[in-house]
């Protein structure tokens, strides 16, 4: 998945004329190559807004009611992150945990389009969080590193340069402290070119034929001298949401042309930035007209982790100060949150002292609601700053020394990552998980291999089902899963 990497705060002011004054008001723009924040009139940078944003593009917002059915079914304490909508959005939750309250399997997936060697902290909230969900419902997690989508997009990088990139950010994605044994990672550039891609391929493939260039340049804002490879890999990031580019983590047969239509059923559960959506959206709106069709993949949104620089901007690659990196010393952590983390507090101790500070608008402040587990703590702090009781030096200590724990512990789990460990979580193999503890887990298998066609499916006479046959089997399938969707969400809203 690509980090958009949004202009300098400079490039975001509007320029004004000496002679005639001009409208300065600009409209946020957020897609998976580009984020701007809005302008008002006066030139000012404004917060993004992500109840906009939700609205123009559909997705629903989290609130108390889903996160109390998560809680009750999964039996743990929603993340910090959901508690505070830092994860705000999603689509299709409700069908996840339907999915794992019937003891069925799901997919977890994510990614990253590695853009430089070292990721910042911005980078890692997602995996952290992915983390988090794969330990809460013990599922198979694959985790995609974009290196030839970097490589179409960014002009000045080479294909050895992004290959190295994405090694290392493996690496770093590692340290996070995925479990090997339920977690696979790919580079694009190996992983294509293994053996091990066939269906991947073939669903690959499928998915084009089904996409119009009319609906990648609508989704992405391509036009006629945008390169052929970046409108055709849209297809690549859409099929990795689909269970069935993957058999190997279910121990299936991975030389049968033959893709699974089981494997297809499978639903997946998908954490990002909310600048990626474009892309899932064409997932939802397409999968189920594949051949074999998938459910619609779930999304949990996030929110962006805003620069150093302050409101409306994100962290960059391409600015060093505007984040802080997970190669960062001590030394240096302390000087960008000093010297370039914007303040919510007033101009003068006198001020601050009668009139208080803004912790919305603070960056120390963003940034420990980020990392500080206790909601009480998290609290306080907001409040004696707004009374003026507490100050941005002591805002800016407190986050100091969140970020220098934070970064230090990830260090020393990143020094211990060989490239013998990182050869195992990039080796295609099947997973192991458990699922939920509470129901007995439904084994997916494989279809017998027949020349029968599509799905290799055979029926109870025991010869392969025509295409027809197989089809009208599916389309049961999917009348069937609906069913069973409605039903559990009658029997949840009768227990609420």
């Given amino acids: 998945m690509t980090e958009p990497e949004p202009p300098s705060v400079a490039a975001l002011s509007l320029a004004e004329t000496a002679t005639e004054p001009v409208k300065k008001a600009t409209e946020q723009e957020i897609n ?12 000012n940078i404004l917060e993004f ?27 743990h304490k929603p993340h910090r992150w959901l508690r505070r909508r830092l994860f705000f959005s999603h689509r299709d939750l409700e069908q996840i945990l339907d999915a794992y309250e019937r003891g069925e399997d799901f997919l977890l997936y994510t990614g990253r389009g590695p853009s430089s060697d070292s990721m910042h902290i911005g980078h890692t909230i997602p995996f952290e969080f992915t983390k988090w969900l794969q330990d809460v419902f013990d599922v198979p997690l694959v985790i995609m590193l974009t290196d030839d989508e970097k490589f179409l997009f960014k002009e000045k990088l080479t294909q050895t340069e992004v290959y190295q990139f994405a090694r290392d950010n493996a690496k770093d994605i590692i340290s ?33 034929k089904l996409i119009t260039n009319n609906q990648v340049r609508g989704a992405f804002g391509f036009h006629g001298s945008t390169n052929i490879g970046s409108n055709a890999f849209a297809a690549k990031q859409c099929v990795a949401a689909l269970a069935s580019s993957y058999p190997f983590i279910w121990g299936n047969d991975i030389k049968t042309y033959h893709r699974s239509a089981k494997l297809a059923a499978i639903p997946c559960l998908i954490p990002m930035a909310i600048d990626q959506d474009p892309y899932f959206r064409l997932v939802r709106e397409n999968c189920s007209r594949m051949a074999q069709p998938s459910p619609k993949p779930a999304i949990l949104h996030s929110k962006f982790l805003t620069a150093l620089q302050g409101a409306g901007g994100k962290m960059s690659a391409s600015n060093p100060n505007s984040a802080i990196y997970m190669s960062d010393t001590e030394k240096q952590i302390k000087n960008k949150i000093n010297k370039h983390a914007f303040s919510g507090g007033q101009e003068t101790l006198e001020l601050h002292r009668e009139k208080g500070g803004n912790p919305d608008i603070d960056v120390a402040y963003q940034y420990l609601s980020y990392f500080e587990d206790d909601d009480e703590k998290l609290q306080k702090f907001a ?33 211990k990552v060989t490239e013998e460990t990182l050869e195992e979580f990039l080796r295609p193999r099947k997973l192991e998980w458990r699922g939920n503890p509470k129901v007995e887990r439904k084994k997916v298998e494989d279809e017998p291999v027949t020349e029968g066609g599509e799905g290799s499916a055979v029926g109870e006479d025991g010869k392969p089902l025509t295409k027809n046959q197989l089809k009208k089997l599916q389309k049961a399938a999917e009348v069937e899963r609906k069913k069973k969707e409605k039903e559990a969400a009658k029997a949840a809203a009768a227990q609420s």
């Fill in 176 to 208: 996070i402290g995925f479990d090997v044994k339920k977690t696979f990672i790919f580079i694009d550039s190996e992983f294509f070119t293994s053996g091990y891609n066939r269906h991947f391929s073939l669903n690959t493939t499928e998915f084009e």
């Fill in 383 to 415: 409040e004696d700053y707004r009374k003026g009781e507490m100050l941005t030096g002591d805002m800016k200590k407190e986050c100091i020394n969140m970020m220098t724990k934070y970064v230090k512990s990830f260090q020393d789990a990143r020094a």
């Fill in 49 to 75: 807004d992500y109840e906009a944003i939700s609205k123009k593009w559909a997705t629903k917002l989290i609130d108390d009611e889903l996160l109390a059915r998560f809680e009750r079914t999964t039996g």
């Fill in 32 to 43: 998976p190559w580009d984020v701007q924040a809005a302008v008002d009139d006066d030139g």
